[in-house]
């Protein structure tokens, strides 16, 4: 994986696939390339292990003709990252190219059948095995040979192949996302829309078994025989979203949205969350227990939705790390969260086969609604985050805790466990979170600097919470690995005394999000007599004076601090930056993980 454009233009494309790739950095990826396809019926290909910028100066420096091309930026799963492994990758003749996401399980079985049958398969990747397939089948055209190649295939797939002779463009989808657009300037193919957002107004999404033709015309297929298109979906994303604009980095930008994004999700989900009206809607059964599902930064805002749940409605509750759902065991009645910000997650797309079977319904809390997850979910919440560029979740952590809790309280007004009064309250509570959110912005970014300077040396961090607050604290400690690589651990506050406390020495940083109890005043004590450096995160006093009463704002205690996980963003921003990392694309971190 991870990024995939490919395009059939009216101009020269290199200058469209490179665009569309930069566009696609924020995936994450460890080296790129784009083949073009040339008059004479050979292709030209121009790869690289650094980044997209890199390529485009290559390119400048030895140009390419031709209208017609594919492009790929690729996160490292099989071999090491090298030119030889990058994308796309050419059959034996010269005359195909492919690009891929996802893993194809069976491809050592593959390339040593294709060896002994001749091929030179020159690079370590699964993907090259595919190539050689539609080589071995071409004779029955490009379209016909791509689907006898994918029938050989166990995996995930999504892939576009390129014909150098007749500049054809054939792709196909298989647990792995894919797009397919038509705007004034030509056809394109990517696995995110953003990446062609600015040059079309609609686009399709190739679903499992979907096998799609760019020639003269655009054909579909399914299942060996001719299909009608999938339908036409509006691209509702705007240039100026995928632009940084005069922020030094799309984090810094997409941490400022915060306060736009859940002034949106709330008048998206709010009023009909408040009444039941949305719950009823749904066509979702009542349900005795639930479980949220997801990895990473959307497992933590599941956690805090979970906490939700049973703090305001006694919910029994369940989080369940996607990746680690073989054992799981479904209990009757249980109500489905899946949290994926891409909605291709594929662990969490694994983890649904397990659901399934056992008949539970699922809620998709994602922010692509068209999105694997979407497509397989009962019911979708959208996010409404609009695009994320930066590779570590900001905007779209919070927008999956909004849209949750919007979820939470529906389902418990819709079931009778709260009454419609309650939920009126609880939405108007919730009516508060922008204004908190744009005070924690604000004052972190008056008081990280000084606090960042004095840690940003340290070896590693400490995060502590108490309660509903402990997700909230996982999460600002994930996003402090993910921008400064340093190690960071999230415990609940009165755990330091049963281990973790080993860890504290003179000057060792411990990030506490400060519920103002004895409990959690008693842990940062023994913090403090180890010569540890507390960076709480409370009210007026605190280092990082972040929570609702600073302002004069009331918090919302049912929910818990919410807006303390800005004031974490910004202190993990600012500590990356003073460690010379890349805020925008973290090292070996992807942001769709479409494998497992």
């Not at 696939?17 to 790129?32: K, P, Q």
């Not at 079985?109 to 539609?134: K, M, N």
């Amino acid at each position: 994986m991870c990024g995939i454009v490919a395009g059939r233009t009216s101009g020269a494309v290199t200058g469209t696939l490179t665009e569309a790739l930069a566009r696609l950095e924020y995936r994450g990826y460890d080296s790129v390339g784009v083949a073009v396809a040339q008059g004479d019926g050979t292709l030209q290909v121009r790869r690289t292990t650094a980044r997209v910028e890199a390529l485009v100066d290559r390119l400048a420096a030895d140009p390419v003709g031709g209208t017609t091309g594919v492009g790929h930026t690729r996160w490292a799963t099989h071999g090491a990252v090298t030119e030889g492994n990058a994308h796309p990758h050419a059959d034996c003749s010269g005359r195909l190219a492919l690009v891929h996401n996802g893993i194809i399980t069976n491809a050592d079985a593959l390339r040593a059948g294709l060896r002994e049958r001749g091929h030179v398969v020159a690079s370590d990747v699964d993907s090259e095995v595919v190539v050689h397939l539609v080589e071995e089948a071409l004779g029955t055209g490009l379209a016909a040979a791509v689907e006898a190649a994918v029938e050989q295939l166990t995996g995930t797939w999504a892939l576009a192949v390129l014909d150098a002779l007749t500049g054809e463009l054939v792709a196909a989808s298989h647990g792995s996302p894919l797009v397919v657009a038509e705007g004034p300037e030509g056809v394109y193919l990517a696995s995110d829309v953003a990446a062609v957002a600015p040059w079309i107004e609609d686009f399709r999404v190739l679903e499992d078994g979907h096998v799609v033709a760019v020639g003269d015309t655009t054909t579909w297929r399914h299942g060996g025989r001719a299909a009608e298109p999938p339908p036409l979906r509006r691209c509702t994303i705007s240039v100026a979203e995928l632009s940084r604009e005069l922020y030094a980095d799309f984090m810094s930008k997409e941490i400022d949205e915060q306060p736009l994004v859940a002034a949106r999700v709330l008048e998206s989900w709010g009023a009909p969350a408040q009444d039941g009206s949305l719950w009823h809607g749904s066509g979702l059964p009542d349900f005795a227990r639930v479980a949220v599902l997801g990895c990473g930064t959307s497992l933590n805002a599941g956690r805090a939705v979970a906490g939700v749940l049973g703090r305001v409605a006694g919910v029994p509750t369940q989080a369940v790390v996607a990746s680690e759902a073989d054992d799981w065991v479904v209990e009757p009645d249980t109500l489905v969260l899946a949290f994926s910000q891409s909605g291709e997650t594929a662990d969490v797309l694994r983890a649904l086969d397990r659901v399934e079977h056992r008949g539970a319904p699922v809620v998709a809390v994602t922010n692509s609604a068209w999105s694997a997850l979407g497509r397989r979910a009962d019911f979708v919440m959208s996010c409404h985050a609009g695009p994320e560029i930066g590779v570590a979740a900001t905007k779209t952590y919070t927008a999956q805790v909004l849209t949750g809790t919007c979820l939470a309280i529906a389902a418990c007004v819709g079931t009778g466990r709260l009454a419609r009064s309650t939920g009126r309250a609880m939405v108007a509570d919730l009516g508060r979170v922008p204004d908190l959110v744009a005070q924690s912005i604000g004052v972190a970014m008056q008081a990280v600097p000084t606090i960042a300077a004095a840690t940003s040396e340290a070896s590693g961090f400490l995060f502590l919470g108490r309660g509903i607050a402990r997700s909230y604290a996982d999460e600002g400690a994930l996003k402090l690995k993910e921008l400064s690589y340093l190690w960071a651990e999230s415990h609940a506050s009165g755990e330091l005394k049963h281990g973790p406390l080993a860890l504290v020495e003179p000057g060792t940083p411990v990030v506490a999000v400060d519920d103002g109890s004895s409990r959690m005043q008693a842990s940062l004590a023994e913090v403090r007599a180890r010569g540890g450096d507390v960076i709480d995160i409370g009210g007026p006093g605190s280092a990082l004076p972040a929570l609702g009463t600073t302002g004069g704002i009331p918090g919302i205690d049912w929910c818990g601090p919410l807006e303390s996980v800005m004031a974490m963003q910004v202190l993990a921003r600012q500590v990356a930056v003073l460690r010379g990392r890349d805020i925008d694309k973290p090292r070996n971190l992807a942001k769709s993980v479409t494998v497992e």
